[in-house]
T-cell receptor, first 111, second 110 residues
C-alpha cells in the first residue's frame, strides 16, 4: 500500500537528549513537510523540503533539524535546544499543488 | 501572513441532521483549499480539495464550496452519522506552504 509511515508512534525524551522521528513515503512525492500540533492550536510548519538535498525552515524551526538525503525519507531531529518539545508531530507529502497526504503521527513527551 | 479561522470550534448535533462547517482565510491569493478529517491521536485524512478556479467539490455526503473573493469555504455534511464524529480542519495552499485552521470538533449524537 502506498502511503506515509511515521515511527515511532510514541517517543519519550529525557532532558538534554536529542531524539529523531522517522518519516518514510513510497508515494514518489517530491515535497515533504513536518508539522507540530499542540492541543487547541492549528498545525505549525517546522521544516519542508521540495527536493532531495534541499530543505527550508518553517515558522517554528528553532530547536529542530532535518535532512533529505533520499526522496523517500525526511527524518526530524528534536534537539536539546527545543525547550518545549511535548507535542504531536505530523509528517506530510504531496506531489505539488495537489492533495496533502499525512502520516499517522508521533506523540513526543518529556520524561 | 495568511490566517485561517474555523467557526465554531465545537459542534454537537443529533444523528441525521445536515450541518455546515465554516472556514475563512485572510488572503485570497491561494492555489487551493483542502478539507481534512482528524480522529483523536491520528493523522489527517484528506476529504476534499477545491482548486482556486473551482466553486465546489462533492464526495458522497460531503460538499465543499469555495468563494475565493470573500475568503470563505464551507463544508456541508448531509444526513450526519455517529461515525462522522471527528475534528475537521481546512487548509489553504499559497504555493509556498499550507496554512491550517484550528479545526471544528464535531460530535454526532446517536
Amino acid at each position: 500500500d502506498g502511503g506515509i509511515t511515521q515511527s515511532p508512534k510514541y517517543l519519550f525524551r529525557k532532558e538534554g537528549q536529542n531524539v529523531t522521528l522517522s518519516c518514510e513515503q513510497n508515494l514518489n512525492h517530491d515535497a515533504m513537510y513536518w508539522y507540530r500540533q499542540d492541543p487547541g492550536q492549528g498545525l505549525r510548519l517546522i521544516y519542508y523540503s521540495q527536493i532531495v538535498n534541499d530543505f527550508q525552515k518553517g515558522d517554528i524551526a528553532e530547536g529542530y533539524s532535518v535532512s533529505r538525503e533520499k526522496k523517500e525519507s525526511f527524518p526530524l531531529t528534536v534537539t536539546s535546544a527545543q525547550k518545549n518539545p511535548t507535542a504531536f508531530y505530523l509528517c506530510a507529502s504531496n506531489p505539488g499543488a495537489e492533495k496533502l497526504f499525512f502520516g499517522s503521527g508521533t506523540q513526543l513527551s518529556v520524561l | 501572513k495568511q490566517e485561517v479561522t474555523q467557526i465554531p470550534a465545537a459542534l454537537s448535533v443529533p444523528e441525521g441532521e445536515n450541518l455546515v462547517l465554516n472556514c475563512s482565510f485572510t488572503d485570497s491569493a491561494i492555489y487551493n483549499l483542502q478539507w481534512f478529517r482528524q480522529d483523536p491521536g491520528k493523522g489527517l485524512t484528506s476529504l476534499l480539495l477545491i482548486q482556486s478556479s473551482q466553486r465546489e467539490q462533492t464526495s458522497g455526503r460531503l460538499n465543499a464550496s469555495l468563494d475565493k473573493s470573500s475568503g470563505r469555504s464551507t463544508l456541508y455534511i448531509a444526513a450526519s452519522q455517529p461515525g462522522d464524529s471527528a475534528t475537521y480542519l481546512c487548509a489553504v495552499d499559497t504555493g509556498n506552504q499550507f496554512y491550517f485552521g484550528t479545526g471544528t470538533s464535531l460530535t454526532v449524537i446517536p
